[in-house]
């Protein structure tokens, strides 16, 4: 198991390897950083694979679009398209090191990790709740879709679950902002917003394969960078 | 004495409503009270403000009066290390930080400072006592709603806090544990002099005594006296339900189920449910109670076995039918709503092919018709759920948790309602934690999950 700083600095590592060389390379290391982490089984539950590549299909189309095709009159672009590509380079790199880290850092490491380095509670907690909110809202919106599934309506189409979902976003966000507020309380007297001494029961330490692993990105750095 | 209230007024909201009116509370050391209310009486509010926790930088909320606990001022917004506190819907109070029962029965202690060798043998301690022990390395995520309650209780206990808060820890707990936590909550009272203040429909712990019980209606604190809460124990009255006399609608043969490879919820579940037939589905839990419920519907597939529904098997039907035949009122009833008044939903109910008809004024609701689903009380949105899920054109209905949150005048509308889909040849399900309902229905059978 790696140290989760050294799985950061990996990240960090490829998101520099990505952005540096030029467009083809990078997008050549983009693929290939998407492909390993993939690959690689994953150490934690996160189910996110689909989202974040929903995320990289939407933006490579998008971009493609906006840079690479003229519409008035209608024809490619060379060179808008090299433009998109460069740009989606640019966005897939953060979302590709995200996806791996969320695949290989367990919550209790990160916890641990943000303990050890003092941070304050509230910005943990903040942390927390960002990373939690997309798959509580995703799953939460799954679960209205069921609920409503049972009541009779169709939501076999796309079309179809958008127009059950959207007259229901506001009771999906009421019952959201219910659960934090209730989460906070909790939060609050359990103590964890204090200031002060805190324990945490996993020991991270770093090992030889993390000054293995933090060598090899830096010579990789070095590499690229000259 | 641990606790004392003296005169606490409390206002809420933009429209500053009056929750509390002039409450004194008292708590002695030892001392485990129950608190009964209404839907919306305020019990909540008052546990957490007793608890300190209403927070300075958010909501509307105007406080008078003073408390002191185990000797100190309660201050609202500032943490105090021996209030303790448990809120009623177990989902939003996991940390969120925590993958494991383990890890999150370490966190308040980890808060704390505890030290890293200390933690495993309290939280083992912990798990035993609130029967766990083989579910520490389990993903809170994939715990059933009863499970989660034990760890949350746990976890609230966990760092022995003097005053303990607990807003219905029993609604989910199956009937043979519910005084085994009950326990677990007095013995740790007494043995720290603390004192706990319980928030629990009296009907859930039939033939429980509590030193005192006290009642909240409209904002106003009554005691009634020292005596206990009422009930009696629940009656061993249930017909076994294997093949039914009255023709099959409903029929399963051998149903198996997991979550997870190598662990199986289900397994060789048998049964045949006829019209107009009232059933309980009932065992431990994290038996499969809502899985079951889940599966009957054609949201889940079993592994094993099949299911026929009127003869048909369900692999012949399309997903779409077997929801159109089979209602399910789920447990979250905030779930099924969707549009801005409770006349709207139920216009939709009637478009989608299932009007409540004779359900709308047996369940109370044409007295709600312009209200918003989510200004109705938690019985109400229940009670609103339960039309919405099982109007015309069902052949089952599976009711998780139909009667939570109800008190009698609720109850009986439910049960009402139950008799007359039973009536209408509608085969019941009943997914309930509730000795009313079983005394209710008599008659009823019984599919035993995890036995």
């Known amino acids: 198991m790696l140290h989760p700083l050294t799985q950061i600095i990996v990240a960090i590592g490829f998101i520099f390897a990505v952005s540096m060389p030029p467009l083809e390379e990078g997008l050549a290391v983009l693929l290939f950083g998407l492909g390993a982490t993939l690959i690689m089984p994953a150490r934690t539950e996160t189910r996110l694979v689909r989202s974040f590549l929903t995320v990289l299909a939407v933006a490579v189309i998008f971009l493609l679009l906006i840079h690479g095709v003229w519409w008035h009159p209608f024809g490619l672009s060379r060179a808008g398209m090299m433009e998109g590509m460069s740009a989606f380079v640019r966005i897939g790199a953060p979302v590709v090191a995200v996806l791996y880290l969320s695949r290989n850092i367990r919550s209790e490491e990160l916890f641990a990790l943000m303990l050890d380095l003092r941070l304050s509670p509230v910005v943990v907690l903040i942390l927390f709740r960002t990373i939690w909110l997309i798959p509580r809202l995703t799953a939460r919106m799954e679960e209205t879709l069921t609920a409503l599934r049972l009541r009779g309506m169709p939501v076999e189409s796309p079309a179809d679950r958008v127009r059950a979902l959207v007259p229901a976003l506001g009771a999906i966000f009421a019952s959201l902002f219910a659960e934090i507020t209730d989460n906070s309380l909790v939060i609050a007297a359990r103590g964890f917003l204090q200031p002060g001494r805190k324990t945490h029961v996993l020991a991270l330490r770093f090992g030889v394969r993390d000054g293995a692993v933090i060598m090899m990105v830096i010579v990789l750095a070095g590499i690229l960078w000259f | ?451």
């Open chain 2, 1 to 451: 004495m641990v606790l004392n209230a003296e005169h606490l007024s409390l206002t809420l909201g933009a429209g500053r409503a009056e929750v509390l009116r002039d409450v004194s509370l008292q708590l002695d050391r030892g001392e485990v009270v129950l608190l009964e209310g209404s839907s919306g009486s305020g019990k909540t509010a008052l546990g957490v403000t007793l608890c300190g926790l209403l927070p300075p930088w958010a909501g509307n909320w105007d406080l008078h009066g003073r408390i002191r606990l185990a000797g100190v001022t309660v201050e609202q917004g500032r943490w105090n290390s021996e209030a303790g506190i448990l809120l009623e819907n177990p989902w939003t109070q996991l940390s969120g930080m925590k993958e494991t029962v383990r890890e999150e029965l370490a966190f308040p202690l980890e808060c704390r400072g505890v030290s890293r060798g200390e933690i495993p043998e309290i939280v083992e301690r912990y798990a035993m006592l609130l029967g766990v022990a083989d579910l520490l390395l389990r993903q809170v995520h994939t715990l059933s709603g009863g499970e989660l309650q034990r760890v949350l209780t746990a976890g609230a206990l966990v760092t022995r806090p003097r005053f303990l808060f607990l807003d219905r820890p029993l609604t989910e707990i199956d009937f043979g544990f519910r005084r085994n936590l009950l326990d677990v909550i007095r013995s740790q009272v007494k043995e720290d002099g603390g004192g706990a203040l319980l928030v629990e429909d009296p009907w859930l712990m039939p033939g429980e005594r509590f030193s005192r019980v006290l009642r909240l209606d409209g904002g106003v604190l009554g005691e009634f006296g020292g005596e206990a809460a009422n009930g009696e124990a629940l009656p061993e009255k249930s017909v076994p339900r294997r093949n039914s006399p009255c023709g099959t609608l409903l029929r399963a043969e051998g149903l198996s189920f997991g979550y997870d490879p190598g662990r199986m919820v289900l397994e060789g579940v048998s049964f045949s449910i006829g019209h107009g037939e009232i059933t309980f589905i009932t065992g431990p839990n994290g038996a499969g109670k809502s899985t079951l419920g889940r599966i009957l519907t054609g949201i889940l597939r079993p592994h094993a076995g099949e299911l026929f529904l009127d003869g048909i098997s369900y692999h012949e039907i399309r997903q779409r039918d077997t929801m159109s035949r089979v209602g399910f009122a789920l447990q979250n009833a905030g779930l099924h709503l969707s549009r801005s008044t409770v006349r709207e939903e139920l216009e939709l109910a009637e478009r989608w092919g299932h009007p409540p008809g004779p359900l709308t004024g047996i369940l109370g609701l044409d007295r709600v018709l312009d209200t918003h689903p989510l200004e109705l009380t938690q019985s109400g949105r229940k009670l609103l759920a339960l039309a919405l899920a099982t109007g015309a054109n069902r052949w089952v209905a599976v009711l998780d948790e139909p009667t939570q949150y109800q008190d009698g005048d609720g109850f009986r509308r439910i049960a009402d309602a139950v008799r007359f889909l039973s009536g209408e040849g509608v085969a019941i399900l009943l997914i309930s934690h509730d000795p009313r309902l079983y005394r209710e229905f008599p008659e009823a059978g019984e599919i035993a999950l995890g036995r």
